[in-house]
């Protein structure tokens, strides 16, 4: 299984900015496909971007009520980040780093997961 943590959550005012960090271990970008999902108190899972495992493209993934706002990148083989710009308080959620060789939309198709780091956003 693949050990990630999560940092850079905390409060921010609403059209305020956040970087959240998932941090992993060298290699892990080669072979593991990187996403973000945020959960809210009573709510489900939601997907919010992914990033595809260096050497297969790259491909970024957004989720509808994010696209525009975040944005997904990688530094190099051991970080990858989640911008969060334009933050409204519906933003407000529990936000976890997931990996996988070939992670979706769907939360239950990622096998890995880090211990999540809480985002409020204060309106």
């Known amino acids: 299984q693949v050990q990630l943590v999560e940092s850079g959550g905390g409060l921010a005012q609403a059209g305020g900015s956040l970087r959240l960090s998932c941090a992993a271990s060298i290699g892990t970008f080669i072979r593991y496909d990187i996403g973000w999902f945020r959960q809210a108190p009573g709510r489900e899972r939601e997907f919010v971007a992914s990033i595809g495992k260096i050497g297969s493209g790259g491909i970024r993934e957004y989720g509808d009520s994010v696209k525009g706002r975040f944005t997904i990148s990688r530094d190099g083989l051991k970080t990858v980040y989640l911008q969060l710009d334009s933050l409204k308080p519906e933003d407000t959620a529990v936000y976890y780093c997931?990996?996988?060789?070939?992670?979706?939309?769907?939360?239950?198709?990622?096998?890995?997961w880090g211990q999540g780091t809480q985002v409020t956003v204060s309106s």
């Open positions: 997931a990996a996988d060789q070939k992670g979706n939309k769907d939360a239950s198709s990622w096998g890995s």
